[in-house]
């Protein structure tokens, strides 16, 4: 996911306004990628996911797209709200590890009003 | 009807001590999953179990020792409790290994 650094990178954006949360993942074995929506005090929550055989998805408001060549995941969320505020994680399963899931560092969404 | 449950949800004991924390799934689902999210909000998994056999074994101390009494079970014990094990443990289970997982809500330990 995105470098696991010493802070949580964040994202402002405008209610109303399209949101683009990234995520560039480690393995080119991966074959299977998941975002997932973790508000304040709760567990992570399933978005949407997306195999590698795809470079795009679409849910309702959401969208994924995936970039095998540079290694890039990204979730497009249309007319964003109050209630998406949240931290945005992507995970990526490794087939050649068991098929574990490895979760990205988490992007905080903030929403305006 | 909650599908991933954990139990407490808060936890606060001091250095030294022994403590469990519950988890349990009715979802149906094999597998079932320790992490833990520091500060940060780093998610980094611990165990994974699959039909009550361990699959994953992360580097984790073996003060902490999961047990799985049966497939909706999935139970995480920590001995000798140190400062660096506070954080917020997610249990979490998919229908098979690799598939989407589904997150509980969390029990937040705090060691003093």
């Known amino acids: 996911g995105e470098s696991v650094g010493l802070h949580l990178p964040t994202l402002s954006v405008q209610e109303g306004d399209n949101s683009i949360i990234n995520c560039a993942y480690s393995n080119s074995a991966s074959d299977y990628f998941i975002w997932y929506k973790q508000e304040s005090g709760k567990g992570p929550q399933f978005i949407i996911d997306?195999?590698?055989?795809?470079d795009k998805r679409q849910g309702q408001r959401v969208t994924v797209l995936l970039n095998k060549t540079v290694k890039h995941l990204s979730l497009q969320i249309a007319a964003t709200q109050p209630g998406d505020s949240a931290v945005y994680f992507c995970a990526e399963r490794e087939r050649n590890a068991g098929n574990m899931l490895t979760f990205g560092g988490g992007t905080r969404l903030m929403v305006k009003p | 009807d909650t599908a991933v449950s954990q139990t407490p949800k808060y936890l606060v004991t001091q250095m030294g001590n022994d403590k469990s924390i519950k988890c349990e799934q009715n979802?149906?689902?094999?597998?079932m999953y320790w992490y833990k999210q520091d500060s940060k909000k780093f998610l980094k998994i611990m165990f994974s179990y699959n039909n009550k056999e361990l699959i994953i074994n992360e580097t984790v101390p073996n003060r902490f020792s999961p047990k799985s009494p049966d497939k909706a079970h999935l139970n995480l014990h920590i001995n000798s409790l140190e400062l660096g094990d506070s954080a917020v443990y997610f249990c979490a289970s998919s229908r098979t290994s690799g598939s989407e997982q589904y997150f509980g809500p969390g029990t937040r330990l705090t060691v003093t």
């Open positions: 979802l149906g689902h094999d597998t």
């Open positions: 997306i195999r590698s055989n795809m």
